[in-house]
């Protein structure tokens, strides 16, 4: 009785299969081409074990305006450091991310952060962890790109890859025609009046493995926004990297409400 039972299981399986709609060749032709847009993008992530260099930051939420120095130490996978100053001499903050844990100091009000990636979430109005911080700053998308979960539209300005589901956030992506990287990323959260808009303008050649020259990011939380600019400056790759860390006694600690 049990074989039987399998047996007419398997049988409706097949009767729905078969009974569903059949594709067309261009519905096919369209898939085929969105899942060959997708593998020609991850194929550009950059590849590499180290990286350490320069770039120049600079931020604006209307209210407030910096530009500072930026040295920036990668371990891919692992960990990302940066050191910020002020006129490259007077030193500002320190950022130290592992994929379970970020801290942070900033000098100028004595305050740190030591927890995990509730800080950075609220400053980007979108949830992150390690994996989408080290994609925001090597040019790949910060979400995972899956054929069955995108629809592909495509014009003179790139591939368009944008989610289908109705999910608390809207996410879409703009692909290089010709190079299939990364231009842009954006993320919304319609209900909560907040979004990110991450844009590449530029990328370095195949010897600095084709990382983006430089990163805009505008994040919008109800009617204010602030724009993060990142230009890369300089860039060694696979070199011995140390990320030297600790915080500062007598600091005030940020809490996350």
Known sequence: MQHIHKLTFLLLSLLVISCGPKKTAAEKKADETKVNVI???LAT????ETVQGRLKGSY?????SQSISVSIRMEKDKT?????????IIPLAKVLVTPNRVQFY???NGSYFDGDFSLLSKWLGTDLDYEKVQNLLIGQPIYTLNAKEYVLSSSQNGYQLTSIEQTPIAKSFLIDLLSFKTKAQQLNRPEENQGVTITYDDFFGKENYGMPENITIIANQGDGNTKINIDYRSLEFNKPVTFPFEI??????????
């Open 39 to 41: 593998e020609q993008n």
């Open 60 to 64: 604006d939420d209307g209210d407030d």
């Open 248 to 257: 500062p006694s007598g600091y005030e600690e940020i809490v996350i409400e």
């Open 106 to 108: 900033e000098k100028i």
């Open 80 to 88: 990302i450091w940066l050191s910020a100053k002020l006129a490259g």
């Open 45 to 48: 992530t950059p590849s590499f």
